[in-house]
């Protein structure tokens, strides 16, 4: 004969259901958040937009990050271009680190590794503080990626791949389409294509020998002329004007790319580095309004990065 349940206890059991089911769900939304905050390593910064505009990386398109991330994106878009790389080489770099560190440096990882690309230091890339350091750990990622023979020919997921040895080498795919705008605005092909926006209680004041060594590690010394790579006698604050070089390098279109791959980058570095304005080919960026053409078009010799008093 079938044993009956009593009411109250069916009452309860299915009280423990919903209550099993709603803690669920919270911690599903909890997951989430935290998630997000690590992809996008949100912390109340600035936050930056990149959109395309030659259609190149799908016309329309938008792709939000935080500085930090904008930042560091910056970097390995330099890197990548001082040393002659192509953009396909900054799109597969950048696809990699979206992966491996949702673009932050941290700390920690599987095992030792660390680092914008999860290098570790017992395989051979580094000590623990060279790992962390932005520029040499994008460094490292293109010198062994200009191993891989054709690498630019070859799927995005394959090229990386073949530098990273992931455990999951399929998850680069997914950030192909993200990289790609990345690279095409960091390495100057899509012009006035970033934009951040600083807070203004966070953005300190910025310091030119502090910009100055910034673009020299991202760029190499040939970024600033002779004469004005040191720092002796230069003022705290002020604008640094940066020429831009007339030269082809790594594919860019000359002198427009190179002003707009440095334009970008210190408007990615502008709440770091406290840039509250940049100017280049009769665009002005503010902080706070974004992007503007002025009336009477500048030149384009040189970015003007001013840094916030």
């Keep these: ?4 349940v009593a009411p109250a206890r069916r009452h309860t059991a299915r009280s423990r259901r919903l209550r099993v089911t709603a803690a669920f769900a919270v911690l599903v939304a909890v997951a989430g958040y ?14 930056c937009t990149v959109e395309s505009a030659d259609g190149s990386a799908g016309e329309g398109r938008s792709y939000r990050l935080s500085s930090e991330q904008a930042a560091n994106a910056a970097v390995i878009s330099a890197v990548g271009t001082t040393r002659g790389m192509p953009e396909r080489a900054v799109t597969i770099a950048l696809a990699t680190a979206l992966q491996e560190s949702g673009l932050r440096n941290i700390e920690h990882g599987d095992r030792d590794s660390l680092g914008l690309f999860q290098q570790r230091p017992s395989q051979g890339w580094g000590t623990e503080k060279q790992i962390l350091d932005p520029v040499y750990s994008s460094g490292m ?40 705008l990345l690279a095409a605005a960091l390495t100057g092909r899509t012009p006035a294509a970033l934009n951040c926006d600083p ?21 190499g010394k040939g970024v600033l002329p002779a004469g004005k790579a040191a720092d002796a006698g ?30 970008h980058w210190a408007v990615a570095q502008s709440e770091a580095l406290g840039f509250d304005e940049v100017a280049y080919a009769g665009r002005t960026w503010d902080a706070g309004s974004g992007w503007r053409t002025e009336r009477k078009e500048s030149g384009a010799t040189a970015v003007r990065m001013r840094l916030a008093q």
């Design 34 to 47: 935290l998630t997000v905050q690590y992809v996008t390593g949100s912390k109340g910064s600035a936050q």
């Design 234 to 263: 230069a003022p705290a604050t002020g604008t640094l004007s940066v020429p831009v070089r007339t030269a082809l390098r790594a594919g860019q279109d000359g002198a427009p790319q190179h002003g707009w791959q440095l334009a």
């Design 141 to 180: 990622f293109y010198q062994h990626l200009a191993e891989v023979p054709g690498y630019s020919r070859l799927p995005l997921t394959v090229a990386a791949q073949r530098v990273q040895r992931s455990g999951f080498p399929q998850a680069y795919a997914k950030h192909e389409p993200d990289a790609a």
């Design 199 to 219: 807070p203004r209680s966070t953005a300190g004041t910025g310091e030119m020998a502090k910009a100055r060594a910034a673009l020299l590690r991202s760029f």
């Design 1 to 4: 004969m079938p044993r009956t």
